[in-house]
């Protein structure tokens, strides 16, 4: 990596396992740029800073905080393909225009250099994955009785959204997480294995409006606080 290039990067944040739609969209610029590929969320920013004038960057920057799986084979995993209807070989189809690692159909191009592994199998620009469901939960703080609507992955343990939550107060770690029921909750497990259980396709079903959807509580306890129990 450049010695200058760090200086266009973003900041670095926790790496998850998973990821919301919602996570990898803020992540829209030529310097700070993810994207989704069949459940996968890749990091690309260090790769298109380090080629940023070429314009095979341009369809990755145009696409960033998106998925663009529909970019690749659902197979093979690789770049989309057609036959050329004037030589009869088949040739890389880039709708968007032709991307970083792509090679060109000139086999005498050499307009980028030629790589080992391209990005898309390269598992170092992998970090994490995209939650195939994501759910909102009214975190309660009964110490100052703010309430704050998150949006988590459905397989996020109950530590992990704790982690999440540092955003909005950076003190969770010092809270005891409970259920409405003033029972623990067991941080190692997921909302489903703490019973806090998923109802919205139920609400969907009855014909509920999504703003009238009832959404499940935690309850945080600040541990120093001697009046709470």
Same mark, same amino acid.
């Given at each position: 990596?450049?010695?200058?290039?760090?200086?266009?990067?973003?900041?670095?944040?926790?790496?998850?396992? &998973?990821?919301? +739609? !919602?996570?990898?969209? $803020? *992540?829209?610029? #030529?310097? @700070?740029?993810?994207?989704?590929?069949?459940?996968? %969320?890749?990091?690309?920013?260090?790769?298109?800073?380090?080629?940023?004038?070429?314009?095979?960057?341009?369809?990755?920057?145009?696409?960033?905080?998106?998925?663009?799986?529909?970019?690749?084979?659902?197979?093979?995993?690789?770049?989309?393909?057609?036959?050329?209807?004037?030589?009869?070989?088949?040739? &890389?189809?880039? +709708? !968007?225009?032709?991307? $970083? *690692?792509?090679? #060109?159909? @000139?086999?005498?191009?050499?307009?980028?250099?030629? %790589?080992?592994?391209?990005?898309?199998?390269?598992?170092?620009?992998?970090?994490?994955?995209?939650?195939?469901?994501?759910?909102?939960?009214?975190?309660?703080?009964?110490?100052?009785?703010?309430?704050?609507?998150?949006?988590?992955?459905?397989?996020?343990?109950?530590?992990?959204?704790?982690?999440?939550?540092?955003?909005?107060?950076?003190?969770?770690?010092?809270?005891?997480?409970?259920?409405?029921?003033?029972?623990?909750?067991?941080?190692?497990?997921?909302?489903?294995?703490?019973?806090?259980?998923?109802?919205?396709?139920?609400?969907?079903?009855?014909?509920?409006?999504?703003?009238?959807?009832?959404?499940?509580?935690?309850?945080?306890?600040?541990?120093?606080?001697?009046?709470?129990?």
């Amino acid at each position: 990596m450049p010695n200058n290039l760090e200086e266009f990067l973003s900041k670095t944040e926790p790496t998850r396992r &998973y990821y919301t +739609p !919602y996570d990898v969209s $803020l *992540h829209f610029k #030529s310097g @700070d740029l993810w994207v989704v590929i069949f459940g996968e %969320v890749f990091n690309l920013t260090s790769l298109v800073q380090r080629n940023i004038h070429s314009p095979l960057c341009q369809p990755l920057i145009d696409n960033a905080g998106k998925d663009i799986s529909h970019f690749f084979n659902a197979k093979t995993k690789e770049p989309l393909t057609k036959i050329d209807t004037e030589t009869g070989k088949q040739v &890389y189809h880039c +709708p !968007y225009g032709r991307f $970083l *690692h792509v090679p #060109s159909p @000139d086999p005498t191009s050499y307009d980028e250099p030629r %790589v080992d592994i391209p990005w898309w199998r390269d598992r170092n620009y992998v970090i994490g994955k995209l939650s195939k469901k994501v759910r909102k939960l009214r975190i309660i703080n009964m110490l100052t009785h703010q309430q704050d609507v998150i949006e988590v992955p459905c397989e996020e343990t109950i530590e992990e959204i704790q982690e999440r939550y540092l955003v909005v107060n950076e003190h969770a770690s010092s809270y005891t997480w409970k259920t409405v029921a003033n029972k623990p909750l067991d941080m190692e497990g997921t909302l489903d294995d703490n019973q806090i259980f998923d109802e919205t396709e139920r609400f969907e079903e009855l014909g509920i409006p999504e703003d009238e959807w009832y959404i499940p509580p935690i309850l945080i306890y600040f541990d120093d606080d001697l009046t709470e129990a």
